[in-house]
């Protein structure tokens, strides 16, 4: 699951983003994400979705790009934990989540999401 979250009334760029799954599924949410986000934007917007699809190619596509480094800043806060969406967690997997050093905070919120 993918979580991206920002104040409606915020002055400045903040960004919550939450991320649960393997390091694949959540690249692989990601792509589905921005594939949906094309389709919608191709189906009220051609030209909103062309310009959405350059812009990602630019920003993911050169190595050089802020994406690629420490551009982020204050602003971003993004937690991660490896779980999948729908699946329901036990006592073991809290424990193991606990031992591996996940924070309790990301844990609570995850249950509350449940």
């Known amino acids: 699951m993918i979580k991206i979250t920002s104040p409606k009334n915020s002055d400045c760029d903040v960004f919550n983003v939450d991320m649960t799954g393997e390091i694949k599924h959540i690249a692989k ?3 589905y994400a921005i594939a949906g986000t094309y389709k919608a934007l191709k189906k009220n917007n051609q ?16 190595g050089a790009t ?7 800043g204050p ?7 490896v779980i999948h969406e729908g699946e329901k ?6 424990a ?5 050093g996940v924070p309790t905070d990301i844990i609570k919120e995850l249950l509350n999401q449940m």
């Open 96 to 100: 193991n989540l606990l031992r591996s």
């Open 89 to 94: 967690l036990n006592g073991d997997d809290i």
């Open 66 to 72: 802020s994406v690629w480094n420490d551009m982020p």
């Open 47 to 62: 030209e909103y979705a062309e310009t959405f699809r350059m812009e990602l190619i630019k920003a993911l596509g050169h």
């Open 29 to 31: 949410e990601f792509s």
């Open 75 to 81: 602003g971003l806060r993004c937690r991660a934990l």
